[in-house]
């Protein structure tokens, strides 16, 4: 992060952010330097300034995700990534056998970002549980 950055984490899980202003705290990170939201991530993603953010990780329920795809590509600077964690599903997405709502989103919104080409440079890493890298453009 730039030494200028800011990073903006949304969280509803007071223990959540507890946790990661004392690590913050703990590793001499200026109050400044993070702004940490307890707030559902759908209700604070509109309220985001307009291509103001290089990165977005969603880590979240991933029948949000047509919602947090266009949320994302309005918040991201081009050249801004948007990641989602945890994208193989347990090893769900690749077996079209799999036909639960989260596996479904999860497939959908891969298929989705890499056909929306005009906007998106996806990549696929499989590592973990997988990551997807969808770079705007």
Request: hydrophobic fraction near 40%.
């Amino acid at each position: 992060m730039l030494a200028s950055g800011t990073l903006t984490s949304i969280d509803d899980e007071m223990e959540h952010s507890n946790i990661a202003k004392t690590a913050f705290n703990e590793a001499d990170i200026a109050p400044a330097r993070f702004r940490l939201i307890t707030n559902p991530v759908m209700d604070v993603m509109t309220k985001l300034a307009d291509r103001a953010y290089d990165l977005v990780i969603f880590r979240h329920n991933p029948e949000d995700l047509p919602f947090a795809i266009t949320e994302a590509h309005r918040i991201l600077r081009s050249g801004g990534v948007f990641v989602i964690d945890n994208f193989f599903g347990g090893s769900k997405v690749s077996d079209p056998a799999q036909r639960d709502p989260k596996t479904v989103a999860l497939r959908e919104s891969g298929k989705s970002l890499k056909n929306e080409s005009e906007n998106w440079v996806v990549s696929l890493i499989p590592t973990g549980d997988g990551l997807l890298l969808a770079t705007k453009l």
